[in-house]
């Protein structure tokens, strides 16, 4: 009498594609499948209960026997035999037979699979369709069974073990069992069409286990066709990729957060953006962006190291994140550059206006706070302070593109860095009109120097006698239609692009080759040139090489030419590489002198570390010194505080006589200024 489990693993083997037979412990035949009784050519009916050893010839059957008892002790057996075939000759078989054991567990009896593999060429190809039918079958698989309504009639041990449910549990539920409401009603929809058509369903499900835990596995669900052509059950054999599942669902976090602070990255940031333009375009609100960009970041960075700097990055996007609405999304963009998207604000221009500034200023408050470095905790007492440059745009809908709104963000944000920093700025129109026309002095710019267009001026440096003791070189750009192109226009945005760097090295090279030309004239060999150096430049891993080679190539003097620093360009980026640079340049002979002298926060912090050999007193000094007691106070301190660290004093901005003998009876050495000529080219200079 057939039991359940028998009736399944029957109707598995009857679809096989090759010949296949169960048999009980007595090695008698209880099932055949179409193919294996084709093959041996006597009816169905002839062949259940019939000995095994009738089928084999007796020579065979002790190698059979002997395996099939492998098989009765539960150890899987595979071997071959000669078989006569009365149309074919012998034929050389391939056996696999393995234990076939009752749901209790016991072994009842053996499943016999049967290969030709006479024809080496189709030996490896049997082999392979027999592995993989194999594995279906075994514990890689997880298999199940249905009745025409999704009833659960036969699952597996692997089913049992990746669902945690036992056989109990299983039969007579349908799958529901495992539903995990991962799928729409629509997905299944799909499914059961496919199915009850009568065709294979392949598809990967989500499935909830017994203890909660989603898993994944790429099913196939191959119908049985009844005599009517109509599906009587469904089969279902399942592999388990749950850990590709959730590779894949890693690669996919990977690519829409940052990996740092797990915020939203840019690529993730389009869909956020397009979400918002969408939905502020049908419900008529508006939105608005929130570009922001850590100030002094990168100086951190470099002082504290790129540890400590991540640290502070991920600070930064904690804060923010706990300062914005559920709905609102904060990005990073990347750097130390983050984004806040703030839908819904308001159908009304002003309040939504206003609601964005209230955000924008709550931010800006948060991220002035310090930002502990050496601990996780921050601790308002003590830390680095990196305020905010924060830059708004407001919108509706899609009038303006993604791309352009983004832009529009950064481009306030940046008008918030150029006034000052830990501003906030609203964008307008007019921002984009200086963009334009700064990108067009960009574009112009780079091609300055192939067409001749930059030149330098020089501007007399004299003595107390008036007489010419060397010269400043001042870069100026002839625009070949916007004539002269004042200094203030173009050098802020060189230093920006980078553009500062050739330039300066032409600077360079120009003016070592005029110091060469004066060498050659008894009057003028022993003026000094004083050549201003932006910080872009001193960064510039090929400066101090290019200098000396520079020099070296001219041939004139090192100590004739004198790099002028100026206080804001020490404050923003001395460092360490810097002032190493500056003592191999001294060592060489070179002078330097500190420019804009009193303007900044650490003059006299700049005289007690770097080796300078001139101090230039700011014009601002020199234009009250006739007027204000307190400025005169301050120039004679100078003067005297110069003499005794043996410094030369040259006083910038001298325009007038009184101005001049004033100075000279103070005592200061040398002067510079409109009254002793205006920077002019060197026809006129020399």
């Known amino acids: ?222 119908p049985f066709i009844g005599a009517d052509g109509a599906p009587f059950k469904y089969i279902a054999i399942r592999a388990d990729i749950t850990a590709l599942k959730n590779i894949e669902q890693q690669a996919q976090h990977l690519a829409l957060y940052d990996p740092l602070t797990n915020l939203p990255n840019r690529r993730l940031v389009q869909d956020r953006m397009n979400q918002a333009m969408l939905a502020s375009g049908q419900y008529r609100h508006h939105c608005a962006l929130i570009s922001i960009d850590l100030d002094n970041f990168k100086k951190i960075n470099d002082t504290n190291g790129h540890g400590q700097g991540d640290l502070l990055l991920c600070k930064a996007a904690l804060r923010l994140s706990q300062n914005v609405r559920v709905n609102d999304t904060v990005a990073r963009m990347g750097g130390d550059e983050f984004l806040v998207i703030l839908p819904d604000l308001s159908a009304n221009l002003a309040d939504a206006t206003r609601c964005a500034n209230e955000v924008a200023l709550k931010l800006k408050s948060v991220l002035n706070q310090p930002y502990r470095l050496d601990q996780v905790e921050d601790d308002i007492k003590g830390g680095v302070i990196s305020t905010p440059s924060i830059g708004v745009v407001l919108f509706q809908g899609d009038s303006v593109s993604r791309e352009e709104l983004l832009q529009q963000a950064d481009i306030a944000m940046y008008c918030a860095k150029a006034n000052g920093r830990n501003q906030i700025v609203f964008f307008d129109s007019s921002q984009q009109e200086q963009v334009n026309r700064r990108f067009q002095i960009e574009t112009e710019l780079r091609g300055a120097i192939a067409r001749q267009e930059l030149q330098l001026y020089y501007q007399p440096i004299v003595d107390e006698h008036r007489q010419t003791v060397g010269m400043e070189a001042l870069l100026r750009w002839l625009h070949p239609t916007r004539g002269i192109v004042p200094p203030n226009s173009f050098i802020p945005i060189a230093e920006q692009t980078g553009l500062i760097v050739p330039i300066g090295y032409w600077v360079f090279e ?67 590489d810097i002032m190493e640079k500056i003592y191999l340049l001294k060592e060489q002979g070179v002078l330097f002198a500190l420019d804009d002298f009193g303007t900044g926060y650490s003059s006299l912090n700049y005289l007690k570390n770097l080796p300078l050999d001139r101090l230039k007193i700011d014009q601002s000094f020199v234009q009250t010194v006739l007027d204000n007691p307190k400025t005169q106070i301050i120039v004679e301190a100078i003067f005297s505080m110069a003499r005794s660290l043996k410094l030369e004093v040259v006083a910038e901005g001298v325009e007038t006589q009184l101005q001049f003998e004033y100075l000279r009876s103070s005592g200061c050495p040398a002067f510079q200024g409109y009254l002793f000529g205006r920077p002019e080219p060197i026809n006129c200079s020399a």
């Not at 009752?102 to 592995?131: H, I, R, S, W, Y």
Request: glycine residues 4%; hydrophobic residues 40%; contains cysteine.
């Open 1 to 222: 009498m057939k039991t359940s489990s028998s009736c399944h693993i029957d109707q598995v083997l009857e679809c096989l594609p090759f010949s296949a037979c169960r048999i009980d412990m007595n090695c008698r035949l209880q099932y055949s499948n179409p193919i294996f009784v084709a093959e041996v050519g006597k009816l169905m009916e002839e062949l259940t209960g019939c000995p095994l050893e009738d089928i084999v010839a007796p020579k065979a059957f002790e190698t059979v026997r002997t395996h099939i008892h492998n098989a009765f002790n539960g150890t899987d057996s595979y071997f071959s035999i000669l078989r006569q075939h009365n149309d074919f000759g012998n034929r050389t078989l391939e056996i696999s037979a393995h234990p076939y054991k009752a749901p209790a567990g016991a072994v009842v009896g053996a499943l016999l699979f049967f290969a030709d593999v006479t024809n080496k060429v189709q030996l490896a190809a049997t082999q392979k369709e027999l592995a993989d039918y194999l594995a279906a079958l075994d514990s890689h698989a997880i298999v199940a069974v249905t009745n025409i309504n999704g009833v659960i009639v036969y699952a597996n041990d692997k089913f049992c073990e990746i669902s945690q449910y036992s056989r109990e549990d299983l039969y007579g539920n349908t799958h529901r069992i495992v539903k995990s409401d991962h799928h729409s009603k629509e997905f299944y929809r799909n499914l059961w069409k496919t199915i009850s058509s009568g065709q294979v369903w392949q598809g990967e499900l989500c499935n909830r286990a017994k203890d909660g835990s989603l898993y994944w596995v790429h099913s196939t669900i191959v």
């Open 510 to 576: 120009t003016a070592c080759a005029q110091l060469a030309e004066w060498q050659k004239n008894p009057n003028t060999a022993h003026w000094s040139l004083g050549v201003n150096v932006s910080a872009r430049q001193f960064n510039d891993a090929d400066f101090l090489e290019t200098t000396i080679s520079l020099l070296k190539h001219s041939g004139v003097p090192a100590e004739r030419l004198c790099i002028e620093l100026t206080e804001t360009v020490l404050l923003n980026s001395i460092d360490n």
